[in-house]
Each structure stands twice: as C-alpha cells, then as structure tokens.
C-alpha cells in the first residue's frame, strides 16, 4: 500500500495533510502523482551538501515531474488530461526549489503521521540530509542568520548570502537554503519525533510564514517614506502622509500579532524543555530518559531564535519611520520582544550532561553543558570559554532569588576548589551541537556551611554553577545554568545518606524553584514510584505489589498514614534496630547488584517479606517437607537469609548471609550444598514451585577435576540441626574444631540446643573441607 493510500484511510491526516500541500496549490499534483512522487523522492540516492546541488536536485525533479504529466495527457480519459493541463499550469507557477522541497517535506510529514497511526510504511528510506525541506519559512530562518540579546539583525558567516530585504532586517527567501537550515531531515522510514513537539514546530513555522509576509510592506513603507522626506513641497504631501499612517497602522498591527502569536510558543517550548529536566532529574534515580529529545527542543530553539529575531529587526525598521514624535505602542513591543529574545537565549543554556550527584573529593568526575541555539546567533564563530565553580544551597538561593549579577568576582564567590574548571565550547556541523564539555573535573577542597540540629554533611546540597560571557555585534550576553544538586563526600561510608538525600531531591524537587526547596514528606503513591524505580534500576526487575505492600508497612510502622516524611525515610530508626529505612533499603539494594543480580532478575529470590507471611506462606505450600524461600533480612543490614519447612513439617529460619559471605561462596552454591532444599516456593502466587536445580542450576559454579599431582578442597555449607522443646528443626552455631587426617572429611561445630526456630542471630552453616 502506498504512503498515500496509508493517509487517506484517517479523515483526519487526509485533511491536514491536504491543508498543507494547498498552501502552494499542489494537493492535486499530489492525488494525481501519488505512486510516482513517493517513488522518485524515496529513491533518491543523491545527498545534497550544498545550496547549489540542492538547486540542482529540485530542477532535476522538476524537469522529471514535467515529463510525467506530458506522458499523462496521452491517456485516453478527457478529464485526466484537462487536470494535467492545469497541473502543468500551476507548475510554471511556482519555483522548482520550493516545489520539491514543500513535496519532500510532506512525504515527511505523512510518514510521521502514518507512524502515529501504527501504520509506518516499509520502504527504501529518503537520504539524510542537512537541510530543512520543509517549508520557505525554514529556508528564511536558515538564511535569517540571528539576533543578539540586546537585538541588532546579523548575518552568520556560515550562511549562503541572501538578498534580504531593509538591507538586512527582514527578507522572504524562496530560492536558497542556509547551511544550517534546522537540523538534520529525518529519513522517511525512521520518523519518530515526539508529536507534541512536532506540533510545536509546524506551528512555529506556520506563524513564521504568516509574520514574513509583511516584509513587502514594510520595504514598500520605507521606501515610500523617504519618497516623503524628499518632496515635503509635493501638492499630494499630505495624501501622502495619510497613506503612509494607515500603511504603518496596519504594519504595526501584524507585528503586534505576531508577537501574540510567538510570545504562548516560546513560553510552550521553555516548558518541554523545562519538562526533559525533569526527566533528567528522575534518570538520576534511574527512570527511563529519551536524551535524543533534545534535539528537537533545540529546532524548536533555533526556529524561535529566528523568528524573534526578524520580529526585533522588524519593530526597529518601523520605528525608524519616524511619523509621529511618541509611539507607545510600538517602543511597548520592542521592549517586549527584546526582553523575549534574552530569556529565550539563556533559557537555552542547559545542563546535558550532569555531573555525578555524589561527588566525592579527589575524585575525576566529568560534566558538559550545551547551548540550545546551535549557531543562529553565529557566537559559533568566536565561541566563548566556560567557566565552572561550585556553589552552596546558601550561595546558589541568593543568586537566583536576589538576581545576584554575574560579575568578575564570581569565581571568588566559589564553595571549593575544582580542577580543570573551564572548557570553550564547540559546535558540531553535522548535528548543530553547540556545547562544552567538562571531561577530567576533579573537587580538591570543599567549605561547608555550618551545621543546625541534626543536620549532617551527607543532607548539605552543593551545585556547580557553569557561566559565559560573550559578545555579538557589540552586544554582551551573560549566560549561566546549575546542575542538579550534588551531596559532597570525603569517605566511602558517607554514601548511604548521601543516596538518600539525591533520591528524594530528584524524585519530587521541582525544576522551576528557589535552590534546593524540597517538601518534607510525599504520599506513598510517590514514595512506592521513587522506591521501585530505583531498586529496578540497581537490579534490573521492578518491585511486585507484595514487594510494596511490605515496604509500606516497613515505613509507617504502627501508624496508618497516607504521606511518609522525610524523617520516617531516612533519619529515625526503624523499630528496635539500630538503623534507619533507608539505610536497610540501601544495603539490600547493594546486596542485590552486586551478589544476587542474576537470581533476582529470575524470580528465584522473593526478598521483601516478613516472617510470619513467609512461615504461613510455607506452611500452605503443596510441596511440604523440603520447600523453600529467600527473604532479606530485618535485623541485619544487607543480609538474605532462608526458610524452609524441615522434616518436622515446621519452618526453620537460618541466620543471615551477607556480602562477605558470598566473597567466599556464592548464594547458588550454598543452596546447592543444602540437600534439605527440595523446591523454590514461588515469589508469584499464580506460578508453582520449582525443583531446586531447576531454578538455581544456571547459577552454580561449574565443579572442575584438580590438577594432575594436587589434590582438591572444596568448600560446603552444612547446616547441623537439633531438636528444640516444641519438636522444631534448628539450625545451630557451628565452630571449628582441630584438623583431621588429610584422607578424611571435617565438619566443624558444636553441640547445643536452643528453645526457638528462628536464629537469625546465629551461625547455622560451616565450612567443610574435603581432601
């Protein structure tokens, strides 16, 4: 099936794409030529890297699509050749470049709107190209060059020149396409642009074609303006000057709706963007981030950059038709536009590679920031230096809130010593990055703030603070951006808290705020999302519901609450232990990367589940004597331990097993060692319980035969069991004892009896040598 025959099964993409190719008249070339001109534009293998063979490309299109509707007026049906023949007409009509570029375009935007509808087309792909084939306005914005922050219009010397109109203000371009015509075409085939920012951007696009039409006016207005200066004796004077009122009347009242129309998209934009820092942020907590979407935001950046900037040239060609001696209105909107231009560019300047947000001293650590407006002010040319320092929360508030200004002692205002603090950006032609990267950053020294109360280091926010100052044509810009805040730590054992503290920041901080304001408690439904995210990111499978449940529990202890606080998270102790939740949470978490990654991702550990449920759980099973489960800890940090129902039909709980543990033998081998271990109670109600090797046999270590002359120690795990008061299974303490014959077995312990079954406090396994 066609790509058109794709589009014209949805009423609604048939009609937006009709509007669009009736804005130049082709939407009946389109119907009539659907096959050939999706065949002759895909197939294309020609990748144009100029202006002149991208000429060159669309006249040769042009010429191929002349000699397709000569070949059709042979066709026997009378109204097909009359349609041809107004075809035709309407092709002499309009230039080959903006034809063949408005046709490729919407090949582009019908494959994105076929993506949406989940009927992407199979096919050979259009070839990538540097230029925006879109529409003429892209082209304009291309060729526009840009605008500095206090306004003035300026060429950039990338750019092909242009004939633009006003001697460079505001020009209509319909024949070239700058070198940096807004991004990379993304090849028919891979389309995948975030709709809403493809909204965004065709609408930018739409009001920039609007707004251009007025640069005829305007060259007519000052032209007929300097006609009047220079016959003020003329009889038709005054005529004259009515005329050129009501002409800048009606010019004045197409800038101000331009910038009614611009002002709710550059506010639209700054929000998406605002909006992927947000998604930054919970990255840090290890959510899934789309990075590439920057680079949309930026075309939408660049495209804005442009359009204000032609606006800005606009308003002070028109003021400078000097009629009457006050024009509110008109220095109203300059004033405007230009406060637009500037909080459009340093909004522009951002983070994209954030620092580590624990940063420990003496440690490398790398960073990048990137400037959204790629090269349309043309800084690209003379590119400036970035500087880095490290700001407190204290310095950092003040600077934001007060509008502290950016001065040469900025770099004294520093909370610590950074190395390698400073980076000149470049800019990348063939993806229109413009960026500065930090690649071999190291803390030295830190100055803390002094503490209150509670407060410890590990709760103390830091953030680096990245600045620029630039000229373009005599204007200077200053821009600045922090990254997300960083915990400063000198000792590995400082990490836990310092987790604890960029956790809760990242997962409910706002972007837009005074630095750092956080709220001190959240919901659990906030809670849950923050705490599975990060778990299954660390170890690669999500929390269950149960999982959850149990958490919750952990967290409000004897009170029932639908918010959990800041405290309750991390700094009071869970109940008769002598850590906090998060510190347990952390060190499971740790436990899990490093040492149990491969069975938890296999559903073999159930983890997060008290005693009495995992005793009732077991007692129910099927599968009786022999089955068995994995549960972390509660009293011990970091520690997994067994239950399992013993021959006595009751369920033994063994002591822990921590890091240091699985140092020596992993957690696979040890079940293996543990004949009493029959089958894995399921962690999913819906499943049933698996043979032990079944479900562990990926993870044992392979057994191997000695060297020829040696002979071979092994380690095992051997649980030695009494008989308590109540009949139950336990696991006893064991301890070594002297060394045998070198032909024998040993099993090192002790005997004793003790009057429970659970001993998560005791040593229920030993270390057996076989030689």
């Known amino acids: 099936m066609s790509l058109w025959k794709r589009i014209s099964s949805h009423a609604d993409c048939e009609a937006r794409m009709a509007a669009y190719y009736d804005e130049k008249g082709l939407f009946d070339l389109r119907l009539c030529l659907a096959a050939w001109i999706e065949d002759r534009i895909m197939s294309e293998q020609i990748t144009p890297n100029s202006a002149e063979q991208l000429e060159r490309v669309a006249l040769k299109f042009n010429e191929d699509l002349q000699q397709k509707l000569l070949s059709t007026r042979t066709a026997s049906d009378q109204a097909l050749k009359y349609r041809v023949v107004e075809l035709c007409t309407q092709i002499q009509r309009t230039s080959a470049l903006e034809l063949y570029t408005h046709l490729r375009g919407g090949l582009q935007k019908e494959l994105q709107l076929a993506t949406e509808k989940s009927v992407a087309t199979p096919g050979p792909s259009m070839p990538l190209s540097p230029y925006n084939m879109n529409n003429p306005a892209a082209a304009m914005v291309a060729a526009g060059g840009g605008v500095g922050v206090g306004g003035g219009y300026m060429d950039s010397s990338e750019l092909m020149s242009v004939q633009p109109a006003l001697g460079g203000g505001l020009g209509v371009i319909h024949n070239a396409v700058g070198a940096n015509g807004g991004g990379n075409v993304t090849p028919i085939g891979m389309a995948t642009a975030k709709v809403e920012l493809y909204e965004i951007e065709?609408?930018?696009?739409?009001?920039?074609?609007?707004?251009?039409?007025?640069?005829?006016?305007?060259?007519?207005?000052?032209?007929?303006?300097?006609?009047?200066?220079?016959?003020?004796?003329?009889?038709?004077?005054?005529?004259?000057?009515?005329?050129?009122?009501?002409?800048?009347?009606?010019?004045?009242?197409?800038?101000?709706?331009?910038?009614?129309?611009?002002?709710?998209?550059?506010?639209?934009?700054?929000?998406?963007?605002?909006?992927?820092?947000?998604?930054?942020?919970?990255?840090?907590?290890?959510a899934p981030f789309n990075e590439s979407t920057l680079d949309q935001i930026?075309?939408?950046?660049?495209?804005?950059?442009?359009f204000i900037g032609h606006l800005l040239a606009a308003v002070k060609e028109t003021l400078r038709v000097h009629i009457v001696n006050d024009e509110p209105e008109l220095n109203n909107l300059l004033e405007r536009v230009r406060s637009a231009q500037k909080n459009l560019v340093c909004a522009a300047f951002i983070v994209d590679k954030q620092p580590p947000q624990v940063m420990k001293t003496n440690t490398r650590f790398a960073a990048s920031v990137r400037w959204l407006i790629g090269s349309q002010l043309g800084i690209h040319n003379n590119p400036p230096t970035i500087e880095c320092i490290i700001m407190s929360e204290n310095q950092a508030n003040r600077f934001v809130t007060r509008g502290t200004q950016m001065d040469s002692t900025l770099a004294g205002q520093s909370s610590g010593e950074i190395q390698n603090c400073s980076s000149t950006m470049e800019y990348q032609q063939n993806n229109h990055i413009f960026s500065a990267s930090f690649r071999n950053m190291q803390l030295k020294k830190i100055k803390r703030a002094e503490k209150k109360g509670t407060e410890s280091v590990m709760d103390e926010k830091f953030a680096l603070f990245f600045y620029a100052t630039t000229t373009v044509n005599d204007y200077q810009i200053r821009v600045w951006t922090l990254s997300l805040p960083v915990v400063v730590i000198v000792?590995?054992?400082?990490?836990?808290?310092?987790?604890?503290?960029?956790?809760?920041?990242?997962?409910?901080?706002?972007?837009?705020?005074?630095?750092?304001?956080?709220?001190?408690?959240?919901?659990?439904?906030?809670?849950?999302?923050?705490?599975?995210?990060?778990?299954?990111?660390?170890?690669?499978?999500?929390?269950?519901?149960?999982?959850?449940?149990?958490?919750?529990?952990?967290?409000?202890?004897?009170?029932?609450?639908?918010?959990?606080?800041?405290?309750?998270?991390?700094?009071?102790?869970?109940?008769?232990?002598?850590?906090?939740?998060?510190?347990?949470?952390?060190?499971?978490?740790?436990?899990?990367?490093?040492?149990?990654?491969?069975?938890?991702?296999?559903?073999?550990?159930?983890?997060?589940?008290?005693?009495?449920?995992?005793?009732?759980?077991?007692?129910?099973?099927?599968?009786?004597?022999?089955?068995?489960?994995?549960?972390?800890?509660?009293?011990?940090l970091g520690g997994v331990t067994i239950a399992y129902v013993n021959e006595y039909g009751s369920v033994?709980?063994?002591?822990?097993?921590?890091?240091?543990?699985?140092?020596?033998?992993?957690?696979?081998?040890?079940?293996?060692?543990?004949?009493?271990?029959?089958?894995?109670?399921?962690?999913d109600t819906n499943a049933v319980p698996q043979d032990r090797d079944r479900a562990f046999g990926e993870f044992y270590s392979p057994r191997t035969e000695p060297t020829p002359g040696y002979v071979r120690s092994t380690l095992h795990v051997q649980v030695r069991n009494t008989i308590g008061d109540n009949g139950s299974i336990i696991g006893t303490p064991q301890h070594p004892i002297p060394s045998p014959p070198q032909d024998s077995s040993m099993s090192m312990g002790n005997s004793g009896e003790f009057a429970m079954a659970d001993f998560e406090s005791m040593t229920n396994f030993v270390d057996v040598y076989k030689l």
């Open 202 to 286: 065709h609408q930018i696009l739409q009001y920039f074609n609007d707004f251009s039409t007025c640069g005829n006016s305007l060259k007519m207005l000052v032209q007929n303006y300097s006609y009047m200066l220079n016959s003020t004796g003329s009889p038709n004077a005054e005529e004259a000057f009515k005329c050129l009122m009501t002409e800048k009347a009606a010019i004045v009242t197409t800038l101000c709706r331009s910038y009614l129309c611009y002002e709710p998209l550059q506010e639209l934009i700054i929000s998406e963007l605002n909006n992927w820092r947000r998604q930054q942020a919970l990255a840090g907590n290890g």
């Open 652 to 683: 033994t709980m063994l002591s822990p097993w921590t890091a240091r543990d699985f140092q020596i033998l992993n957690l696979a081998d040890r079940i293996r060692d543990l004949n009493m271990l029959r089958w894995l109670h399921p962690s």
């Open 298 to 306: 930026q075309r939408c950046f660049e495209l804005l950059e442009s």
């Open 491 to 636: 000792h590995g054992n400082q990490e836990p808290q310092s987790w604890a503290t960029i956790t809760w920041d990242n997962a409910f901080a706002d972007i837009v705020r005074e630095p750092f304001m956080i709220t001190d408690r959240v919901t659990w439904a906030q809670l849950s999302v923050a705490l599975n995210t990060k778990f299954g990111s660390s170890t690669q499978r999500a929390l269950t519901r149960d999982n959850l449940d149990f958490l919750y529990e952990k967290l409000q202890r004897d009170e029932r609450s639908d918010y959990i606080t800041w405290n309750q998270f991390c700094k009071e102790p869970l109940p008769d232990r002598p850590f906090t939740f998060w510190e347990w949470f952390f060190a499971i978490m740790k436990l899990t990367k490093d040492h149990l990654m491969g069975m938890w991702k296999a559903s073999c550990i159930m983890g997060f589940i008290n005693k009495v449920k995992a005793q009732d759980d077991l007692m129910r099973s099927a599968t009786g004597i022999g089955t068995f489960l994995l549960r972390f800890s509660d009293s011990e």
